[in-house]
């Protein structure tokens, strides 16, 4: 099965839905995209994922290890120009493991979410917004 994880600001929709053709399939479709693509700096490597950021959308890429628990999983991230003037964090998540491995996945995505509510937060205390 595969999940498809969509969050805004501090929204997380998850979405089961089946792979077509058009789709990507692998977390090394996604890889070979992202890593080719001229706006995007090379990866810096951590522990268990790779981070790939890209301009000018603002992008950032997380691309599970073997040793990652939700391996394999992709998150793009993306900062997102809100209708009311402010900015918030777009989430899309893949993950290609099996049923077993998703709440490991789920667990990352949860993981990242707290990082832009935290985030939020403090833009909140400092700006009075």
């Known amino acids: 099965m595969r999940i498809f994880i969509l ?26 995209l992202v890593t080719h693509d001229k706006d995007c700096a090379p990866p810096t490597e951590y522990s268990d994922f790779f981070l ?10 997380y691309f599970t290890k073997p040793n ?3 391996h394999p999983g992709v998150i793009k991230r993306s900062l997102v120009h809100m209708p009311d003037g402010a900015w918030g964090v777009n989430e899309v998540g893949h993950s290609f493991a099996s049923d077993a ?13 707290d990082l832009d509510r935290q985030a939020r937060e403090q833009l909140r205390r400092s700006t009075g917004r």
Request: charged share 15%; net charge negative; with cysteine.
């Open 7 to 32: 969050a805004a600001a501090a929204v997380i929709v998850l979405v089961a839905y089946p792979a077509s053709a058009g789709d990507f399939r692998s977390l090394q479709s996604y890889w070979e």
């Open 52 to 61: 790939v950021m890209c301009d000018p959308e603002m992008t950032m890429w």
């Open 68 to 70: 990652h628990p939700a």
């Open 101 to 113: 491995a998703q709440p490991a996945f789920k667990a990352w995505l949860a993981q990242i979410e």
